[in-house]
């Protein structure tokens, strides 16, 4: 690995190696060659980290600052995301191959966007006087947590990442981020920017490394965790919320998701094909929100599928890096595997598939299937990949049990030009969140999260600072 390019973790204010010198290296999807060398942490490094970032909080000046001044250099932080948005959309498309409109176009200024967002809500944000009598009166204060652990999945990485670690430094807390190990490199970029904007040693730590048996679990475990935020796998955030157990540490969870998207006949049927199209294969379906069932209304139906074919088939296939490309591969060949099992399993299912499949490569052309039955595996499991299942429906009430029939809950898609049913069906899915009519549009004052098997808590506006705070009430007799 001598020859590329090196990310190290960053503790304490500067960029380290692991203490054993173990690397691992990040390779490219598309080239299917590794293209950065990074360190790979065990459970020392992530015990060093928590340990920088505990005597950050306990003795430094990070908590103790105003909002004001905390929040002058996140944005100094934001500007510096922006100058370098070619750097860091360039790491994420090389380290998971999204297309580069993608990573440079949106995942870059939503992560400067984020920082700028909670750096101001913090500071904007008001307590609370509870006036009880004459001579008594309590008030509510938002202290930060602690240390917070931020464990962050692959499928957007910095952007993620700083949708945790924004509320989290906002709010006065010092942070260890663990990046997931396919997509390290942006996380070491946004350490070594967020030091350049000022922000004193400590506060913003990051450790590469795996899961269990690694940096993760050391951090999920370390007792000198206060908070751990965690996007990823329900199966894993089952693991964390024991490991948070044991220490009766709060733990937020952003876990999988099996979107729903319903298509009834009075839906404006153009706009409910590019949404539609948007919300199953931007980022080659690897998105916890994908609308990956898709229900229309029958009267609808064939000229719906003859629409979402075509523009399946319109989209770019290619190189991530080229600005044409609207699709690129899957993050590693691991995933691909996974995926294209779900693929080749279609028929065998009782289904049928009306266009893509598995393409070169690491790549899984955006794929449309129809008619497999309700309990294929296919439309039960999340399958974090650019395959859809189509399939008509007859009623409101039969297409609402339908969506509301999976253990996940974390988003879903309506679409139609009654208002009436848009508020009714809106009220009755099981979902974090609704669109009605678009997908994927965010207000980041509003909560975001999920419902059984897609998580617990919420995060977002005031829903962050809750979870990053200890609120406290002061009682005071005059
Ligand atoms: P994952 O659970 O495999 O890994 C996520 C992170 O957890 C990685 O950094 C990984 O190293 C770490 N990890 C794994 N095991 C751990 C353990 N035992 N202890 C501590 N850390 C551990 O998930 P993934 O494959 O990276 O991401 C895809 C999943 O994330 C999908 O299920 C997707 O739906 C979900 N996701 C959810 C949201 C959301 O907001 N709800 C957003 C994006 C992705």
């Not at 294209?340 to 399993?345: D, G, I, T």
């Amino acid at each position: 690995m001598a020859d590329l390019p090196f990310y190290g973790h960053f503790i304490d204010g500067a960029e380290v190696r692991s203490l054993d010198g173990a690397e691992m290296s990040s390779v490219d999807p598309w080239t299917r060659e590794a293209w950065a060398a990074v360190a790979l942490g065990g459970k020392a490094d992530a015990d060093r980290a928590v340990a920088a970032a505990r005597t950050a909080f306990d003795e430094g000046p990070w908590p103790r600052m105003s909002f004001a001044e905390r929040g002058a250099i996140l944005h100094r932080l934001a500007d510096l995301i922006e100058e370098h948005a070619d750097e860091l959309g360039l790491a994420d498309t090389r380290d998971m191959g999204k297309p580069i409109t993608q990573s440079r176009g949106n995942d870059v200024p939503r992560s400067a966007q984020n920082f700028r967002f909670f750096a101001d809500h913090a500071r904007l944000s008001v307590g609370e006087v509870l006036p009880m009598g004459e001579q008594l009166h309590t008030y509510t204060a938002f202290p930060p947590a602690g240390v917070v652990a931020a464990i962050a999945p692959w499928n957007f990485p910095l952007m993620l990442e700083s949708w945790k670690v924004a509320p989290a430094l906002a709010w006065g807390n010092t942070v260890v981020l663990k990046p997931a190990e396919d997509t390290p490199v942006s996380a070491t970029i946004l350490a070594r920017l967020a030091h350049e904007a000022g922000m004193p040693a400590g506060v913003f730590n990051v450790v590469h490394g795996y899961g269990p048996d690694s940096a993760g679990q050391a951090l999920t475990e370390n007792p000198d965790v206060d908070r751990i935020t965690f996007t990823g796998e329900s199966s894993t955030g089952r693991t964390i919320a024991r490991a948070g157990a044991a220490n009766l540490v709060p733990a937020s969870l952003e876990l999988g998701g099996k979107g729903a998207n319903l298509v009834f006949a009075d839906a404006d049927l153009g706009n409910a094909v590019d949404w539609s199209i948007r919300a199953i294969f931007s980022n080659a379906g690897q998105v916890c929100l994908a609308g990956s069932r898709l229900y229309v209304e029958r009267s609808v139906y064939d000229e719906f599928l003859t629409r979402f074919v075509a523009a399946a088939e319109a989209m770019v296939v290619g190189d991530p890096k080229d600005p044409a490309t609207q699709f690129g591969p899957l993050a590693s060949e691991t995933h691909f595997e996974k995926v294209r099992s779900y693929v080749e399993s279609v028929e065998l299912a009782g289904g049928k598939i009306r266009t893509g499949g598995v393409g070169e490569g690491w790549v899984v052309r955006p794929t449309v299937a129809v008619d497999l039955p309700e309990d294929a595996k296919h439309v039960r499991e999340e399958i974090f990949g650019p395959l859809v299942r189509i399939t008509p429906f007859d009623s409101e009430a039969e297409v609402v049990h339908a969506a509301n029939d999976t253990p996940y809950g974390l988003n879903a898609m309506v679409f139609t030009e009654n208002l009436g049913r848009a508020h009714r069906v809106s009220a009755r899915l099981k979902a974090g969140t609704v669109w009605v009519n678009c997908f994927f549009v965010r207000d980041l004052r509003a909560p975001f999260g999920g419902v059984g098997d897609s998580g617990m808590g919420r995060e977002g506006g005031n829903f962050s600072r809750e979870f990053f705070t200890e609120p406290k009430a002061v009682v005071m007799q005059l």
